[in-house]
């Protein structure tokens, strides 16, 4: 509930005291909907996600026991600043036992320490690390877009994102690499879900991802447990029919954008363990993504590149 009370304080010094009271009065209406579908099980799920039972009846691709014969697949990983743990990070990577799998970490000027260096020196000894840097940048979103399109134009049939600072952990990656080898659409990792969790990550930020969760799928219609974490999977075709240049977040709310465009697509959550740091709280980031929240159904009308394929009307 704490992330409800900052959205309630946010919206009274955004709107005014009157059309706060207003605000809350359809959240509550709007939140006891949400709480009926889930009791009534009113929402007919296998219209956007496929259930597992019929995924057993389409092709899969195997993929060996020593990892050969799997479709190739991409890591894109924005890193800045992050030499204490980039080795650490790409050693893990490498160690996975996978053929067709690598890493393209993407960086820009905001990295000022030996990040690049210790990137650089992978790249002379295999081939399964791939450096981008993008001069061009405005954030760490725009070097995940602009990985996604280096992973496509590489001929990658998956593309995986991933922290590069050691939130997200290279031993996990092995469920997504399987759901999307299923034939999974988006493959989302989740704090929230059984199995899933968060450690060395302060209160308030555990508060503001749940409160942040619920908050999106009541007004986005959405169903997921983790509507923000930024361990994700996905086919080649998605990312091919969404226009990645007219994403409205440049911060944390992409994650929230990314699954809400994503909601008709073949999805599942698996668990994943986020490893968290002490951070600052910024108001005004809170005040943003609220900003873009009520604003991505109007946006998702024009995200598609063919309106008709596999997303449905936005």
């Not at 469920?175 to 989302?188: R, S």
């Amino acid at each position: 509930m704490f992330g409800v009370y900052i959205f309630y304080f946010v919206c009274a010094e955004i709107y005014g005291t009157i059309t706060f009271w207003k605000i809350q009065f359809v959240f509550h209406v709007r939140m006891l909907c949400f709480i009926c579908d889930y009791i009534g099980n009113m929402v007919d799920y296998r219209s956007i996600c496929k259930t597992k039972e019929n995924i057993k009846n389409e092709k899969v691709e195997k993929i060996n026991e020593d990892g050969s014969g799997m479709k190739k697949t991409i890591i894109v990983m924005p890193v800045a600043n992050e030499e204490t743990t980039m080795g650490r990070i790409i050693e893990g990577i490498l160690a996975l036992p996978y053929d067709n799998l690598y890493l393209y970490p993407v960086m820009d000027n905001y990295s000022t320490d030996g990040t690049r260096e210790i990137i650089e020196e992978y790249e002379k000894k295999t081939d399964k690390v791939k450096l981008i840097f993008y001069k061009e940048s405005y954030g760490v979103i725009s070097c995940y877009l602009e990985g996604f399109r280096h992973a496509l134009k590489d001929g990658a049939e998956h593309v995986i994102e991933m922290d590069g600072g050691g939130s997200h952990l290279p031993e996990e990656l092995p469920q997504f690499i399987e759901k999307l080898n299923e034939g999974y659409d988006c493959v989302w990792g989740s704090r929230f879900v059984e199995g899933g969790g968060i450690s060395h990550h302060p209160f308030y930020r555990r508060m503001l991802s749940s409160g942040g969760t619920i908050l999106a799928n009541v007004v986005l219609g959405t169903r997921l447990k983790d509507m923000t974490s930024g361990f994700e999977g996905f086919q080649r075709y998605v990312l091919e029919d969404l226009r990645l240049d007219r994403f409205l977040s440049t911060g944390h709310m992409y994650q929230t954008e990314m699954r809400y465009y994503c909601r008709n697509y073949r999805t599942i959550e698996v668990p994943i363990h986020y490893v968290g740091s002490e951070s600052s709280f910024r108001f005004k980031v809170v005040v943003e993504a609220l900003r873009i929240l009520f604003q991505l159904k109007k946006a998702g009308k024009s995200i598609y590149r063919d309106s008709g394929k596999r997303n449905g009307n936005a």
